[in-house]
């Protein structure tokens, strides 16, 4: 079954950086588009960033210029680097993909950008 698990959460310093990471199991990961959600407590989950099976990236407008978000489809891993962190930063991210009409997410990863 589609599995994905996401790491590198913890707590920063305003202007610090995290680098998470989304390993991903049970379908053809290079064929998909990868996104990074993230759910502020008593907010609606958001997206982030998304990347294309052929590397195109796309971003939310809070993380443009600070956010960016790869993969390495030999890994099956998808990355969001975010840089110049704020603590408006902090929630809950989340590795997704749809596949097969359903949208799948891991079990999220908390980050916490203290001022």
């Known amino acids: 079954q589609v599995q994905l698990v996401e790491s590198g959460g913890g707590l920063v310093q305003s202007g610090g950086s995290l680098r998470l990471s989304c390993t991903a199991a049970g379908f053809p990961f290079s064929f998909y588009v990868m996104a990074w959600y993230r759910q502020a407590p008593g907010q609606q989950r958001e997206l982030v960033a998304t990347?294309?099976?052929?590397?195109?990236?796309g971003y939310a407008d809070s993380g443009k210029g600070r956010f960016t978000i790869s993969r390495d489809n030999a890994k099956n891993t998808v990355y969001l680097q975010m840089n110049s962190l704020k603590p408006e930063d902090t929630a809950v991210y989340y590795c997704?993909?749809?596949?097969?009409?359903?949208?799948?997410w891991g079990q999220g990863t908390q980050v916490t950008v203290s001022s």
């Open positions: 990347i294309s099976s052929d590397g195109r990236t």
């Open positions: 997704n993909v749809a596949f097969n009409k359903f949208n799948f």
